[in-house]
């Protein structure tokens, strides 16, 4: 805390000077010269409030001598203390003034009500960055946490697919249906017709748009890792990859089925990893169901909410049936098959 109280006063252009045995940061004013003095609580607590008040008056004179201006000066002293405010503190800020603490624990800069909080408009200021501070800290350390969470074929899998959209979208049209099927996209006839089976596998790369493409990949960085990291790497690209291709293949085959019942003729074009991603899902809601028996494997394996999974998929699903232009046969056929394929995985993990 000491150092995050240093960085802001240097930030706010104050000189920094030896006081007694340590520093203070000196800033001039129009009518006065603004000390702070930083110090721990254990330096402090070895001294007395003659010997505060005593370095005070030594380094007014020195500093008065140094400038050569005999301005007033006003001291600050800052005190970092571990947790609560000690009795000793209480009493030192009861008699002296310009006496400030700082919790570390609670990340919080505390003024009793005999001290006042006009210093130089520090108060409001220092308050905030104390806390912008400690929030910058949790958002490192919630990064670090997610980046180790991340798994090498999860990560792969999206690098692979932001790839992909980077050379199609940079030769042509990536919202063109057209374009998308020149270039791996699937159609009902393309398969049933043509026999072009490298489409199931194609197909699942392709993204209509940037927010296709991030919708997707950061529903497969966080689901795709909490999968891989509890069947393992091999088991966990088997189930994407066939959950992705049966996806496809539910896709046109269900268009197949209105071409031949119900004579509807459709050259809709598919493309996209979300059949692979609600394959992921499956897998997690079935881990989750089976996960005394995967858990006997891992030390480290962490308990997953089924509500919070059945919810997921339910909301996922709801949300592609009532919206124009999402493909609902390849999200069922991709949460069916992974939900079977993790079945079959638990039986022996």
């Known amino acids: 805390m000491l150092q995050v109280l240093r960085q802001y006063f240097q930030e706010q252009q104050y000189r920094v000077t030896p006081f007694g045995g340590g520093t203070a940061f000196v800033k001039p004013f129009p009518q006065e010269v603004a000390v702070v003095q930083l110090c721990g609580g254990e330096e402090l607590a070895m001294g007395s409030r003659e010997r505060l008040l ?12 140094e400038s ?13 203390v571990p947790d609560e405010v000690s009795e000793y503190f209480r009493n030192l800020a009861d008699e002296t003034e310009g006496v400030w603490f700082v919790s570390e624990r609670q990340k919080q800069l505390l003024v009793f009500e005999n001290q006042s909080t006009r210093y130089f408009g520090l108060y409001e200021p220092l308050s905030e960055y104390i806390q912008q501070q400690d929030m910058k800290k949790q958002q ?3 990064l670090v946490d997610m980046m180790g969470m991340l798994q090498p074929v999860t990560v792969v899998l999206v690098l692979l697919n932001i790839a992909v959209y980077i050379a199609a979208f940079l030769h042509g049209d990536v919202y063109d249906a057209g374009y998308m099927f020149s270039i791996g996209g699937i159609t009902w006839d393309s398969i049933f017709w043509e026999h072009q089976y490298y489409r199931l596998f194609t197909c699942m790369f392709l993204h209509y748009g940037m927010a296709h493409l991030a919708g997707n990949m950061l529903s497969l960085l966080c689901l795709g890792s909490m999968l891989e990291k509890r069947i393992g790497h091999l088991r966990f690209m088997l189930l994407y990859l066939l959950s992705g291709l049966f996806g496809a293949f539910a896709s046109v085959a269900v268009d ?6 119900l004579a509807q003729y459709s050259h809709s074009v598919s493309a996209g990893a979300s059949g692979a991603i609600f394959g992921v899902i499956g897998g997690l809601i079935a881990v989750t169901i089976g996960q005394r028996r995967w858990k006997g494997k891992r030390s480290d394996f962490t308990e997953i909410s089924l ?3 059945l919810l997921m998929a339910f909301f996922s699903l709801f949300q592609g049936f009532t919206t124009a232009g999402v493909d609902n046969s390849a999200h069922l056929g991709g949460l069916i098959f992974g939900l079977v394929f993790a079945f079959l995985l638990a039986i022996k993990p």
Do not use: C, D, N
Request: charged fraction near 25%; charge should be positive; proline fraction near 5%.
């Open 54 to 65: 005593a370095e005070r008056e030594a380094f007014a004179k020195w500093l008065s001598q």
């Open 68 to 80: 050569g201006m005999p301005l007033p000066i006003r001291f600050l002293t800052i005190v970092v």
């Open 140 to 142: 490192r350390k919630e």
């Open 256 to 261: 197949y089925y209105h071409y031949i019942a």
């Open 307 to 309: 509500r919070s999974l």
